[in-house]
């Protein structure tokens, strides 16, 4: 066998041998952080002060709390759903600077063979 080639496998199973250690190392790094930093669970008689606090909540404050969370997820359906386009009698300041940046840099392209007149 030629010798660059032993040289070539020799070099080629040192890097692929240190890069798994180094991969086994960061591995034990993490799972070793993950474990101090893990957040305990809290005490089962506070669990259960809450779980009987929730219990003893008012029907009608359960039906606002319902009433609040349907008009946020309203709200939120109302801005999400706005269409990309801008309506034909919607104002300058009604769009966002999102869609007035896309919209100058198209304006600012020019024309291309390859776009539709």
């Not at 969370?69 to 386009?85: D, H, S």
């Not at 940046?101 to 198209?106: A, D, E, F, K």
Request: charged fraction near 15%; avoid cysteine.
């Amino acid at each position: 066998m030629n010798n660059s080639l032993v040289v070539a496998l020799a070099i080629t199973v040192a890097g692929m041998g240190l890069l798994f250690l180094a991969l086994g190392f960061f591995y034990g790094l993490l799972t070793l952080i993950s474990s101090l930093l893990q957040d305990k669970a809290p005490p089962v008689a506070e669990v259960e002060a809450v779980e009987q606090a929730a219990a003893e909540r008012p029907a009608e404050e359960e039906a606002m709390l319902q009433a609040a969370a349907i008009a946020v997820a309203l709200a939120r359906a109302e801005t999400e759903g706005k269409p990309a386009l801008a309506p034909a009698g919607a104002g300058v300041d009604s769009l966002s600077p999102w869609w007035s940046q896309h919209q100058g840099s198209r304006m600012a392209a020019g024309s291309s063979p390859w776009r539709r007149p």
